[in-house]
T-cell receptor, first 114, second 114 residues
Framework: AQSVTQPDIHITVSEGASLELRCNYS??????LFWYVQSPGQGLQLLLK??????LVQGIKGFEAEFKRSQSSFNLRKPSVHWSDAAEYFC????????????FGTGTRLTVIP | DAGVIQSPRHEVTEMGQEVTLRCKPI?????LFWYRQTMMRGLELLIY????????DSGMPEDRFSAKMPNASFSTLKIQPSEPRDSAVYFC????????????FGSGTRLTVV
């Protein structure tokens, strides 16, 4: 069965520090992989996505993520966090064939302290 | 493009009343998804449509919930009768292709049933 695990429920980092949010998935084959961000009171916004090719993908707002097939992981990173990055982050996977619904992780809430 | 448009943004209703949530997907997107978000359960897929046809409604919690997509530009999610435990944020999302584009989410409808 498909599943997405985000082991960190809540992370606190200082402004300017680096960030890594973890995501592990369980899937029958290499899926499409996504990271979304949700600011308070808002819908989810797509940060970046991986389909194929280069395993390091760049997204909006200075975020990047690296697909590691051997670890079934797709961790999100940012070298220097800004206060405006405080939000909830969701990892998601989708099938390459068949049903086109996405499976979301439970999210990681990021707090940024001055 | 105005994105995925949901209405209303907020809805407060009394237990037992009928509630209808509305969604206008992005023009040209052929898939539409309804999600429910709560603190306890996170993001739950309720139902999704491909080309206006319901594909998977296994996430619809009870017969009190129903969804329709009469045409490519409009969908409704109806709860009748509503109960306090239905209080949540309901998101609509749309996508094109085989999941490769990811989803575009609406801003959500915050439903409170008192």
């Amino acid at each position: 069965a498909q599943s997405v695990t985000q082991p960190d429920i809540h992370i606190t980092v200082s402004e300017g520090a680096s960030l890594e949010l973890r995501c592990n998935y369980s899937y029958g084959a290499t899926p499409y992989l996504f990271w979304y961000v949700q600011s308070p009171g808002q819908g989810l916004q797509l940060l970046l996505k991986y389909f194929s090719g280069d395993t390091l993908v760049q997204g909006i707002k200075g975020f990047e993520a690296e697909f590691k097939r051997s670890q079934s992981s797709f961790n999100l990173r940012k070298p220097s966090v800004h206060w405006s990055d405080a939000a909830e982050y969701f990892c998601a996977v989708g099938a390459r064939t068949g049903a086109n619904n996405l499976f979301f992780g439970t999210g990681t809430r990021l707090t940024v302290i001055p | 493009d105005a994105g995925v448009i949901q209405s209303p943004r907020h809805e407060v209703t009394e237990m037992g009343q009928e509630v209808t949530l509305r969604c206008k997907p992005i023009s040209g997107h052929n898939s539409l998804f309804w999600y429910r978000q709560t603190m306890m359960r996170g993001l739950e897929l309720l139902i999704y449509f491909n080309n206006n046809v319901p594909i998977d409604d296994s996430g619809m919690p009870e017969d009190r919930f129903s969804a329709k997509m009469p045409n490519a530009s409009f969908s409704t999610l109806k709860i009748q009768p509503s109960e306090p435990r239905d209080s949540a944020v309901y998101f609509c999302a749309s996508s094109s292709g085989q999941g490769s584009g990811g989803y575009t989410f609406g801003s959500g409808t915050r439903l409170t049933v008192v």
